[in-house]
């Protein structure tokens, strides 16, 4: 019921900050078509070049993203958002910058085609929050996607050449009046697709809650505020700028931070779900093992075993299980972030000492920044280190440190045990999970150890 309430507190937060959006960006469109001289295109051909350059790298930066996540999730919702950017950013490409720098007389076949390849990467997009479900083979699915659109984009070129169609000629004594009227339709074709497609984030939205949607919500309506600017600005060529570009540059840098947040959130579930399922398996290992120990002891007893023999050993199963139960929890909490990491590890050192039995002298630095995947990964490192310490090193004291030193993050444990001889290729199953650990994370994994003079690893973090 919490989640639930958050969620809804969430959705209203950010429809109320829609209509906030709305009622500015109206105010400022309003403004815009009471002055003539606002909606006068400027020109300024480098500029516009610069800005064509950073549409294409944007949206293909969204269109890599996002491919990213169709490759690790599989979604239909990835794919169609994948497709969209990638046929607008050709299309910039090949039809405005392409031109441009090859110094080409300027033509309509590639400005309709510009416009006709746009219109057909947001319909992509503005499709793409109403399908569901994900694809089994997803390279394959994604790549021949790819071709298709590449291949339409060709067409439609083709297509604009052979009907000859493109600028619209504004000489005001010219004869073909019907191109700007197609001009027009073309770009509130655009802004309706933007249209559809803020709806369809915002009910994805709600439904869903997923960060990602409100990102794509808010910068699909900056894109819509932006061609409505375009249909009350002549288009009159690739030299000019108008001020709906700079509404279409904000909505690609919206766009590029909600999905840059979507792809760390999506890490840092896998990330999770990893160290979720290594819980379980140690469950498995530890605390059912104790857990059915202490059942055989009950049973033994029930049978009319010897109480004097069988209890020790029973309550001791119970206190290992008990140990292991909270140790687990402690896990989990700090993995799916419902602790802080410092908080999750000192307790778990208080749970670890609480028998007297192992002494720990933990020294976390305030300013050390660890990413998810590293507070999950160090966690479990610094609880193997401490559990070879207190079961196989016989050691009484253990130092455990998470500091910075010459520029480099690092984590430390050292223990006054036993120590032993490291001989290449005999370390235990202990010793090799750390450093599997240690890489999962772009960690480098050290251990030295001297017969009598106890154990010390060091990972370096990555920088």
Request: aromatic letters at 10%; glycine letters at 10%; a negative charge.
């Amino acid at each position: 019921m919490r989640h639930e309430g958050d969620h809804r507190d969430q959705f209203e937060g950010f429809l109320w900050g829609e209509v906030l959006l709305f009622a500015l960006l109206g105010a400022a469109l309003a403004l815009f078509l009471s002055y003539d001289v606002l909606r006068t295109p400027y020109e300024l051909p480098h500029l516009r070049l610069v800005l064509a350059t950073m549409f294409a790298l944007a949206g293909g930066l969204v269109a890599l993203l996002t491919a990213t996540r169709f490759g690790v999730e599989g979604r239909r919702f990835d794919l169609l958002l994948c497709g969209g950017f990638f046929t607008t950013s050709i299309a910039w490409v090949a039809f405005t910058i392409g031109p441009a720098v090859s110094e080409v007389p300027e033509h309509r076949t590639e400005t309709w085609s510009g416009v006709a390849g746009r219109i057909l990467g947001w319909i992509l997009i503005a499709a793409s929050p109403f399908v569901r479900g994900r694809v089994a083979r997803r390279r394959a699915v994604l790549g021949n996607f790819l071709v298709v659109l590449a291949f339409t984009l060709a067409v439609v070129w083709g297509v604009s050449q052979a009907l000859g169609v493109g600028l619209p000629n504004l000489d005001p004594h010219a004869s073909d009046n019907d191109i700007p009227f197609l001009l027009t339709s073309s770009l509130a074709t655009q802004a309706l697709l933007n249209l559809i497609a803020v709806i369809g984030f915002a009910h994805r939205f709600r439904g869903r809650g997923e960060d990602l949607d409100r990102w794509l919500a808010l910068g699909s309506t900056l894109m819509l505020f932006a061609s409505l600017h375009f249909i009350f600005t002549p288009l009159v060529g690739p030299k000019y700028v108008s001020q709906g570009d700079f509404l279409r540059l904000l909505s690609y840098g919206v766009l590029l931070v909600g999905v840059w947040r979507a792809i760390r959130f999506s890490e840092f579930g896998r990330a999770v779900a990893e160290e979720r399922a290594r819980v379980a398996r140690e469950i498995h290992d530890g605390l059912a093992q104790y857990l059915f120990a202490v059942s055989t002891h009950a049973s033994l007893l029930e049978s009319g075993g010897d109480p004097n023999e069988i209890l020790p050993r029973l309550k001791d199963a119970a206190i290992q299980a008990q140990r292991e139960a909270r140790f687990a929890v402690l896990a989990l909490s700090s993995a799916s972030g419902n602790a802080p990491f410092d908080a999750a590890l000192r307790r778990y050192v208080e749970f670890l000492t609480a028998d007297g039995a192992l002494e720990v002298e933990l020294e976390i630095d305030a300013e050390i920044r660890l990413a998810p995947d590293e507070q999950i990964e160090v966690f479990r490192i610094v609880q193997e280190g401490l559990a070879n310490a207190r079961k196989h090193a016989g050691a009484r004291h253990a130092w455990v440190t998470i500091a910075e030193h010459l520029g480099e993050r690092y984590v430390a444990v050292r223990d006054d045990g036993e120590g032993f001889e490291l001989v290449d290729g005999g370390a235990g199953q202990g010793v090799k999970n750390m450093r599997q650990r240690a890489a999962t994370i772009g960690g480098v994994f050290s251990l030295t150890s001297v017969p009598g003079k106890g154990t010390a690893l060091e990972v370096v973090l990555r920088a």
